[in-house]
T-cell receptor, first 113, second 117 residues
Framework: TQLLEQSPQFLSIQEGENLTVYCNSS?????LQWYRQEPGEGPVLLVT?????EVKKLKRLTFQFGDARKDSSLHITAAQTGDTGLYLC?????????????FGQGTTLQVKP | GAVVSQHPSWVICKSGTSVKIECRSL??????MFWYRQFPKQSLMLMAT?????????EQGVEKDKFLINHASLTLSTLTVTSAHPEDSSFYIC?????????????FGQGTRLTVV
């Protein structure tokens, strides 16, 4: 069974602080997607990383895909209260031909003013 | 990004009745749709994968007779919770993908909050 270990699962920080969320696996993924979800709503896609070593930036968010495509990180600089939410990583497995994504456990981020 | 519309956003039903949830891809053809269940502050739990025109594939532990999934067209999948009970109360989310090419993105509906009383 392929797993994506996401950490930390809960994070409470002050506005202006930096943070990093990690997703790790022993398996190789063809791509990895990051989502943000607010309470009572569906996840919204933030970014997809495909190439090993790839770095993508979305304003204050920086996403990195590991060289071996087994891990990824999300770094938020100078967090704002609007960043509060559940962050999910999800990987596309080479072994699967169903299109089924493998999800991490999620990181609940609370940014306090 | 692409738009996936899920309806209804919330529903309250009596125990023993059935509830149908619709998931539509509005601006792309979804060869594959997924149905998830989510508990508060937890990640998504995949219930089943459905491909257009074929039977859904259910994850282990999910009762296929209780959670009926139909994917009759490339833009519509439905989940029917049959003979609902209070323990079926949850947040249900669908996602849609055009999986004719690898590494395509999956887009999610807004979710449906089901409360069984």
């Amino acid at each position: 069974t392929q797993l994506l270990e996401q950490s930390p699962q809960f994070l409470s920080i002050q506005e202006g602080e930096n943070l990093t969320v990690y997703c790790n696996s022993s398996s190789v993924f063809s791509s990895l997607q990051w989502y943000r979800q607010e309470p009572g709503e569906g996840p919204v896609l933030l970014v997809t990383v495909v190439t090993g070593g790839e770095v993508k930036k979305l304003k204050r968010l920086t996403f990195q895909f590991g060289d071996a495509r087994k891990d990824s990180s999300l770094h938020i600089t100078a967090a704002q209260t609007g960043d509060t939410g559940l962050y999910l990583c999800a990987g596309d497995s080479y072994k699967s031909n169903t299109g089924k994504l493998i999800f991490g456990q999620g990181t609940t981020l609370q940014v306090k003013p | 990004g692409a738009v996936v519309s899920q309806h209804p956003s919330w529903v309250i039903c009596k125990s023993g009745t059935s509830v149908k949830i619709e998931c539509r891809s509005l601006d792309f053809q979804a060869t594959t749709m997924f149905w998830y269940r989510q508990f508060p502050k937890q990640s998504l739990m995949l219930m089943a994968t459905s491909n257009e025109g074929s039977k859904a594939t259910y994850e282990q532990g999910v009762e296929k007779d209780k959670f009926l999934i139909n994917h009759a067209s490339l833009t519509l999948s439905t989940l029917t919770v049959t003979s609902a009970h209070p323990e079926d109360s949850s947040f249900y989310i669908c996602s849609a993908r055009d999986y004719r090419e690898v590494n395509t993105e999956a887009f999610f509906g807004q979710g449906t909050r089901l409360t069984v009383v």
